[in-house]
């Protein structure tokens, strides 16, 4: 991840932009983006900070604040899909989530809730339909002869 510039660099930026030097000038002396000086000179002339902000994702999940319900449904429905949490917080909090933000909730937790393929109960028995093909996908259970 890429790191903020040093707060000298940008003291001797907002300097120069406040002792009269154009915004474009000052890009031009120490090599730094456009965008990035103006952001830099809004952001001391309405705070009076010239510190970098924090850099990343902020901590936690969105879906931390509905732990007790996700979890209960999980109690009602031990075979709830990641799809269908999904659309009970969208219906009931109004808090839409992908899949891989419910997944990442339950990882985070250590919750695992595997669903298996039907298997047959022994070695001996048949892995394949007889209406699908070597190799098709056709049946979660095919296989490919050997």
């Known amino acids: 991840m890429a790191r903020a510039y040093s707060l000298d660099l940008r003291r001797r930026v907002i300097g120069a932009i406040d002792g009269g030097l154009s915004t474009?000038?000052?890009?031009?002396?120490?090599?730094?983006?456009?965008?990035?000086?103006?952001?830099?000179?809004?952001?001391?002339?309405?705070?009076?900070d010239m510190e970098p902000g924090r850099q990343g994702q902020p901590p936690g999940s969105k879906l931390d604040a509905f732990e007790v319900f996700?979890?209960?449904?999980?109690?009602?429905?031990?075979?709830?899909?990641?799809?269908?949490?999904?659309?009970?917080?969208?219906?009931?909090?109004?808090?839409?989530?992908?899949?891989?933000t419910v997944w990442l909730f339950f990882d985070k937790r250590g919750i695992t809730l595997k669903k298996r393929r039907r298997t047959p109960p022994n070695s001996s028995a048949r892995t394949f339909l007889s209406d699908a093909r070597p190799g098709s996908t056709a049946s979660p259970t095919s296989i490919r002869r050997s």
Do not use: C
């Open 24 to 48: 474009r000038e000052a890009v031009r002396r120490f090599s730094v983006g456009l965008s990035t000086a103006g952001a830099w000179h809004r952001q001391w002339r309405k705070t009076g």
């Open 70 to 100: 996700i979890l209960s449904l999980v109690e009602e429905n031990k075979d709830i899909s990641l799809d269908e949490i999904d659309e009970r917080l969208r219906a009931e909090h109004g808090v839409g989530a992908v899949p891989s």
